[in-house]
């Protein structure tokens, strides 16, 4: 997928709650990404017209938030990065209680072609709490 512009870590992390919300509970307002993100409203606010600019999400005060079809393709590549790094670090023991931490610090650093073979190794290792072919997509 060819983006038109760089994505910040933090557009990036972003998005990838919204989705994960609105997979969660059928929609997501600001408030839901602030306790998930742990930052307060304003901040939200502020990301969310950014991304709204960006026309990655539609968002509306009092309306909620949706993400554009471009958004959730990117928001989807997001997750699946996430969700690779965090089933690896599972795998090979890491404390539940950091594993979050150390996969956000992983998750933008990686390649693709590394977080590919990531994919690869924890589908191959029964690692992977899910949906495996949803995982190993190549793009």
Do not use: C
């Not at 994960?20 to 901040?43: I, T, W």
């Not at 931490?101 to 029964?126: D, Y």
Request: charged fraction near 35%.
């Amino acid at each position: 997928m060819g983006r038109r512009w760089e994505l910040s870590k933090r557009a990036e992390d972003y998005l990838r709650v919204i989705l994960e919300v609105v997979e969660d509970k059928g929609y997501v307002r600001v408030k839901d990404v602030a306790s998930v993100l742990n930052v307060k409203p304003p901040s939200v606010v502020e990301m969310l017209q950014k991304l709204n600019a960006l026309r990655l999400i539609e968002y509306r005060k009092h309306d909620g938030i949706t993400l554009t079809e471009e958004g959730r393709k990117i928001a989807e590549v997001v997750k699946e990065r996430h969700d690779a790094v965090v089933a690896l670090l599972r795998l090979i023991g890491v404390a539940e209680n950091v594993i979050e931490e150390e996969a956000h610090v992983m998750e933008h650093e990686l390649r693709p072609e590394t977080i590919l073979l990531i994919k690869r190794f924890v589908v191959t290792q029964g690692g992977f709490r899910g949906d495996a072919r949803r995982l190993i997509r190549i793009r």
